[in-house]
């Protein structure tokens, strides 16, 4: 026969049902320690159906607390596995700024030097364009120069004048090529005119229409005198070209002149000519 169950046993099932792993936590505890006491010291708790109840809602209960626990263990995963990511997010993060303020620095120090090279590119083409102004001017002169030259002299120099740019403004020729062409005629030129040069060649005669060959002195650039077989005289450069002048008398002086220059005289000495000096105009005085 069964016996009734007192508020004794039944507090001694209820404490028997609830000692189980799961309730350790504290809200549970003193839940259960109330129910136990209710229950144990009021007789309407004592009844089967309220027992039923009491047992339904402790294991409601104790799940609640279970999933709880759970919710709260997972919960504690995932914490630190976000705090995880959020560290190697922000090392990322720290990386990329650095790579950023490493290419701003790039960046500056690549302005810097392009604005350096347009500055020089600029410089550079401020004094390309006074060459070129440079070599406008000395071409022309040069080719001024040309008709004043000494006969053999600008026959030699005739190829080499022929590579200056006939329009500077239209040439494709660069600076450094036309350089070249000038400073070459120049030398030659400043070459010709530090010494004496002798030529001989077919030459109209001034004053005639007779061709004859004559032996010609050129003394540099400015003055030349001329030996044929029945003439003599002297010329010198003008505007347009040499102008030659027939001077027979001078004839033996002109001999003599151009015997010591071949190295055929003894002894050096002084021999009297006649000498055109040219006007800053180009006139003979």
Do not use: H
Request: net charge negative; proline share 6%.
């Amino acid at each position: 026969m069964n016996r009734p169950i007192d508020s004794v046993s039944f507090s001694e099932q209820v404490n028997t049902i609830f000692m189980i792993p799961i309730i350790y936590r504290k809200p549970l505890r003193s839940f259960l320690c109330v129910a136990s006491l209710l229950w144990g010291t009021n007789p309407l708790l004592s009844s089967p159906e309220a027992l039923d109840t009491a047992r339904a809602t402790v294991k409601e209960w104790a799940a609640t607390e279970k999933a709880i626990s759970r919710e709260a263990a997972e919960w504690s995963g995932r914490k630190i596995l976000l705090q995880d990511l959020i560290e190697v997010a922000q090392q990322r993060m720290d990386r990329l700024q650095a790579e950023l303020e490493k290419g701003q620095d790039s960046l500056s120090a690549s302005d810097e030097a392009r604005a350096k090279l347009l500055d020089r590119e600029e410089a550079v083409a401020v004094e390309a364009e006074q060459i070129e102004n440079f070599l406008a001017d000395l071409e022309a002169r040069l080719q001024a120069l040309r008709p004043q030259l000494p006969e053999p002299l600008e026959k030699e120099l005739a190829p080499i004048y022929q590579r200056i740019p006939a329009d500077p403004a239209e040439t494709t020729l660069a600076l450094g090529e036309r350089m070249r062409t000038a400073v070459s005629l120049l030398a030659k030129i400043r070459q010709f005119d530090g010494k004496l040069t002798l030529a001989e060649s077919l030459k109209m005669l001034p004053g005639s229409d007779e061709v004859a060959s004559v032996r010609t002195l050129y003394i540099g650039l400015g003055q030349a005198y001329y030996l044929a077989p029945e003439d003599a005289g002297y010329g010198s450069p003008g505007p347009e070209g040499w102008v030659w002048q027939s001077e027979l008398k001078l004839r033996k002086a002109i001999q003599e002149v151009i015997v010591l220059a071949e190295g055929g005289a003894m002894e050096p000495k002084f021999v009297d000519l006649p000498v055109v000096l040219s006007s800053a105009k180009g006139g003979a005085e």
